[in-house]
């Protein structure tokens, strides 16, 4: 079965500074899609970024970028340029044969 | 364009009585899922409908759990009897088909059991 692990429960960052989200997972299949989702405080979840498997090219949207190493199983989210408006829970996802989130990470983003 | 509508979006009930949640997805997707997220935890996915199929029902408890999305488009989801770990929020989202696409979600129903 699948698995994906957010490793940090929470982080922290200073308001214009960088950060980045580390997400891993398991799988045996060699067509996915993975993707980050925000959940803002009694806000709804929406999507943050997706990346396709079989692409070898990083997605990007605007501040938001990912590190896609297959091989390692990885998919880190890089926030640049934090405001406060990004301060919500993180959920990395998986969607093959399964649909599987991570446990997610809170984002603080500090004054 | 509207989003995916839930209802109620707050319920209390006791242990082994009985509560449904109703979902409109938006118009035009193909494909809603139900999640289960318990608090502390990433949504966990309970059944995924493809118009009024069932494609992915592996994690939906079914001795107590049922969903039906009648003519394709809303959908219910009941529990019966409910237990005090079905304690929840229980999400809704839809995407125009299948998961790869983009979803998006509902507010939720906060579903306590006491």
């Known amino acids: 079965a699948q698995t994906v692990t957010q490793s940090q429960p929470e982080m922290s960052v200073q308001e214009a500074e960088t950060v980045t989200l580390s997400c891993t997972y398991d799988t045996s299949e060699s067509d996915y899609y993975l993707f980050w989702y925000k959940q803002p405080p009694s806000r709804q979840m929406i999507l943050v970024i997706r990346?396709?498997?079989?692409?070898?090219q990083n997605a990007t949207e605007n501040r938001f970028s990912v590190n896609f190493q297959k091989a390692a199983k990885s998919f880190s989210l890089k926030i640049s340029d934090s405001q406060l408006g990004d301060a919500a829970m993180y959920f990395c996802a998986y969607a093959g044969e399964e649909i599987i989130f991570g446990k997610g990470t809170r984002l603080h983003i500090l004054p | 364009e509207a989003g995916v509508a839930q209802s109620p979006r707050y319920k209390i009930i006791e242990k082994r009585q009985s509560v449904a949640f109703w979902c409109n997805p938006i118009s035009g997707h193909a494909t809603l899922y139900w999640y289960q997220q318990i608090l502390g935890q990433g949504p966990k996915l309970l059944i995924q409908f493809q118009n009024n199929g069932v494609v992915d029902d592996s994690q939906l408890p079914k001795d107590r759990f049922s969903a039906e999305r009648l003519k394709g488009v809303d959908s219910t989801l009941k529990i019966q009897p409910a237990k005090l770990e079905d304690s929840a929020v229980y999400l809704c989202?839809?995407?125009?088909?299948?998961?790869?696409?983009?979803?998006?979600f509902g507010p939720g129903t906060r579903l306590t059991v006491l």
């Open positions: 990346q396709e498997a079989y692409k070898q």
């Open positions: 989202a839809s995407s125009l088909l299948q998961a790869y696409n983009e979803q998006f």
